[in-house]
């Protein structure tokens, strides 16, 4: 499965940009997808997850209630709605995609996804 990400840049703090993530090569209505983020120098943090149908959603305490995560899987792409940014959203975000049938012991680890896009920059300026 192949990952392309998009929809990053510089937005100013209380902007709403929308990250895309386009998948190939396998059959998206499978996985469960996720988006994490990396601020330089740390370790990737787990952002939002969607099951593989779109049923089922669960954010990080830190973007809860101010980003959304959905999916169009006859588009083969998740997305990322990011509202009310705030500087410290700034960071390289990733979107990754869970095979069926593995259970690492969290869905919020990077150790339970498989495939992983290339990244993508959102920089929010106050």
């Known amino acids: 499965v192949q990952l392309q990400a998009s929809g990053g840049g510089s937005v100013q703090a209380g902007g709403s940009p929308r990250l895309s993530c386009t998948a190939s090569?396998?059959?998206?209505?499978?996985?469960?997808m996720g988006w994490f983020r990396q601020y330089p120098g740390k370790e990737r943090e787990f952002v939002a997850r969607i099951s593989a149908s779109g049923a089922s959603t669960f954010y990080a305490d830190s973007v809860k209630g101010r980003f959304t995560i959905s999916r169009d899987n006859a588009k083969n792409t998740v997305y990322l709605q990011m509202n009310s940014l705030k500087p410290e959203d700034t960071a390289v975000y990733y979107c990754?995609?869970?095979?069926?049938?593995?259970?690492?012991?969290?869905?919020?680890?990077?150790?339970?996804?498989?495939?992983w896009g290339q990244g993508t920059q959102v920089t929010v300026s106050s």
């Open positions: 090569g396998g059959t998206f209505s499978n996985y469960a």
């Open positions: 990754a995609a869970d095979s069926p049938g593995v259970y690492s012991g969290s869905y919020s680890s990077p150790r339970q996804y498989d495939y």
